[in-house]
């Protein structure tokens, strides 16, 4: 996709703050001085086998790119693409009820959206935000300096594959939903609150793949801290089993070459990193002097509160794991 969209001029306009050329979250459209719009689109087949919770993880995932930039979602309209005559139309329904107590909770309203018949099932949300052109944070942003924080645990694409293959204890399940339907709006008001300068959130490009595109569009790189990368319990015992996805030996081959690995480094830890995830936390790149401060309230508000790692010069690679 990536060498897809390189492909493709990108329509220049002065209130175009931000496009599909910058490799960001969500793009931005400036309607006044104080005012923008920031707008996402997402969706994917199921993930889990309950419709309810399907329908609040994709509307968390979605709406999760409005909070990465700091924005405020507004508005959302439903995509669907449904197999009616497999299918009950009940299924849709609760997938639908779902995604609209999600978007209720992150204060959108649903305006409606479009579905089409299909031989597969798939559910997303686009949602619209409203952001202030002068304090958006893109991937672009981090400093030399800068520490790391992540607001989730990894693991959601190797757990949910597991599901799939009904190799995976009932307390697991119950683990990766919650957090996948937990939105990012708390670590977005924190971030905003103490002077975050960049920020992304994990999704399908995994820890390692989102990264790089902040130490890309930064021009720095990035030292990683292993052992302090919050993991979901059972995550790497999984991978140990060979539950792994496509999607990240997708993301091994595109960041070849760009991440460092040390010899000897724990190889489930390793699949990890590269995992795509759904729903998942913020990567936030906090100034040093701020970072105690944020860290505390981080912990305060029960999510990941220590950094993961720092930015420092461009290297050779640009990602290390120390």
Known sequence: ????????????????????????????????????????????????DDPYQFGQIAAANAVSDIYAMGGK????????????DKLPAEILTRILEGAGKKLEEAGAVVLGGHSIKDTELKFGVAVTGLINPKKIFTNAGAKVGDKLFLT?????????????????????????????????RTPCELMMKHGAHAATDITGFGLLGHAYEMASASK??????????????GVKELAAQGILTGGAEGNREFLAGKVSIPQGFDKNLEHVLFDPQTSGGLLIAMPAKKADEFSKALEKNRLNS?????????????????
């Not at 979602?73 to 009616?84: G, K, S, Y």
């Not at 990035?222 to 319990?233: A, E, F, T, V």
């Open 220 to 233: 720095i790189s990035i030292q990683l801290y292993p052992n302090k990368i919050p993991i979901m319990d």
């Open 306 to 322: 220590e950094a993961i790692g720092e930015v420092v010069p461009a290297m050779k690679f640009a990602i290390s794991i120390r």
């Open 152 to 184: 989730k645990p990894l693991g959601t694409g190797i757990i949910t594959t597991a599901i799939k293959r009904s190799a995976v204890s009932n307390e697991l399940i119950e683990n990766v939903v919650q957090s996948m339907i937990k939105l990012n």
């Open 73 to 84: 979602p507004l508005t959302a309209l439903n995509i669907v693409c449904f197999p009616i």
């Open 1 to 48: 996709m990536a060498q897809i969209l390189a492909s493709l001029t990108q329509s220049k306009y002065p209130d175009l703050l931000v496009g599909f050329n910058k490799a960001d979250d969500a793009g931005v459209f400036r309607i006044s001085s104080d005012q923008a719009l920031v707008q996402t689109v997402d969706f994917f087949p199921p993930i889990v």
